[in-house]
């Protein structure tokens, strides 16, 4: 039986649904899955030895110039290879109209959530078969259940310390020891202004770690993310930025990584999917819907009364919260805490609670 996959972004939610391909194949060895995935995600699902065909597609690219991308035959060309295959069923995991509409470009049985579990309802209109799901439960468990229900297997239990993403860290390239590296990463980088930690605590999480014998290492992706890198790092010793790194190359250093500290941003559920040790830090968002979800992950979130408040920009209108870090001359600063919420997880609990997932994951190997 071929399934065609159609999850195209983000990385989180590429990420969530890789769990979903595991227990399928487990049910059944037979099972042989293609997936449509945003370009940019492309490596994504090429990490899991259930996907067999990866078809990029550039939406995202797409929008920016739509009559160039059909004048210079992109479009086409993605629609026929899209069509390549008859597929025995395309899962529509996204439930967006751009997921919906590239289903229905295919060639197969179209199934996708109910539009009253759908991101999208409008999506419904493109399947030919709808499921229900909790919303209330977390984004891969629904993923399991749609896949389960659509490929008619059980659902086995699984928790955040038994699931299976199924990754092949020979794929991404890795085949070290991934033990004792001294190596931390920090993900400071993400979508939302509101999700942002504030940059003085980052800088006095960085100088805790490297007193505590780590060595720090600072992604980016963009030209904000590569000032803010180095703006966390000047004149700390131990602590570098890294060059630009490939989708690839970040999942390398995290999987090498003792452990790995992040706001909420896709490459958090990238070290949740490696089972790197992992500290995240919600402010504005929930985690109990989206958030890091795997082996040997914790999460801070904000006990501030307007928490979660899911919203893009803080509006927060109460009295101003400052809080004290050390400055480079080894005085105490106060600066005040912007976006707020964070003041509820200051840098020496995120490395206290990273520190203790580590050592989780240290007694469990012995154990083993």
Same mark, same amino acid.
């Given at each position: 039986m071929r399934v065609l996959i159609v999850k195209v972004s983000s990385l989180g939610d590429i990420i969530h649904t890789l769990p979903a391909v595991t227990d399928a194949k487990n049910a059944n060895r037979r099972l042989q899955f293609d997936w449509v995935v945003e370009e940019s995600f492309a490596e994504v699902p090429a990490w899991?030895?259930?996907v067999e065909r990866v078809i990029p597609v550039a939406f995202r690219r797409w929008r920016k110039g739509i009559f160039s991308a059909l004048r210079s035959g992109e479009f086409a060309a993605f629609n026929e290879d899209l069509k390549q295959t008859h597929y025995d069923l395309v899962i529509d995991a996204q439930g967006l109209i751009k997921s919906g509409i590239i289903s229905r470009?295919?060639?197969?049985?179209?199934?996708?959530?109910?539009?009253?579990?759908?991101?999208?309802?409008?999506a419904t209109l493109f399947y030919n078969k709808r499921i229900s799901v909790p919303r209330e439960e977390h984004a891969v468990q629904r993923v399991r259940e749609l896949f389960s229900r659509a490929l008619n297997y059980p659902l086995l239990p699984a928790n955040m310390e038994s699931i299976d993403y199924g990754l092949n860290l020979a794929r991404i390239g890795v085949t070290e020891n991934?033990? %004792? $590296? =001294?190596?931390?990463?920090?993900?400071h980088g993400t979508t939302w202004q509101s999700k942002h930690w504030p940059e003085p605590y980052w800088r006095e999480l960085a100088r805790l770690a490297t007193a505590h014998g780590y060595t720090v290492r600072l992604p980016w992706g963009n030209d904000n993310e590569r000032k803010r890198a180095h703006a966390i790092a000047d004149g700390i010793a131990g602590v570098s930025v890294l060059e630009r790194q490939t989708l690839t190359g970040m999942a390398q250093q995290i999987a090498l990584a003792d452990g790995v500290i992040g706001v909420d941003t896709g490459l958090g559920h990238l070290a949740a999917a490696l089972a790197t040790p992992t500290l995240t830090l919600y402010g504005p968002t929930n985690p109990g819907l989206a958030g890091t979800f795997g082996r040997h992950q914790a999460r801070l979130s904000s006990t501030l009364p307007c928490a979660p408040c899911m919203s893009k920009t803080c509006h927060y209108e109460g009295p101003a919260i400052t809080d004290s870090v050390?400055? %480079? $001359? =080894?005085?105490?600063?106060?600066?005040?805490?912007?976006?707020?919420?964070?003041?509820?997880?200051p840098p020496a609990q995120a490395l206290a609670a990273l520190e203790q997932v580590m050592a989780q994951r240290k007694r469990s190997i012995r154990i083993a």
């Open positions: 899991h030895p259930g470009l295919s060639r197969g049985l179209t199934i996708g959530l109910s539009n009253s579990t759908v991101k999208e309802p409008l991934l033990q %004792d $590296s =001294g190596m931390l990463v920090f993900l050390t400055t %480079d $001359s =080894g005085d105490s600063k106060e600066f005040t805490v912007r976006p707020p919420c964070f003041s509820s997880n």
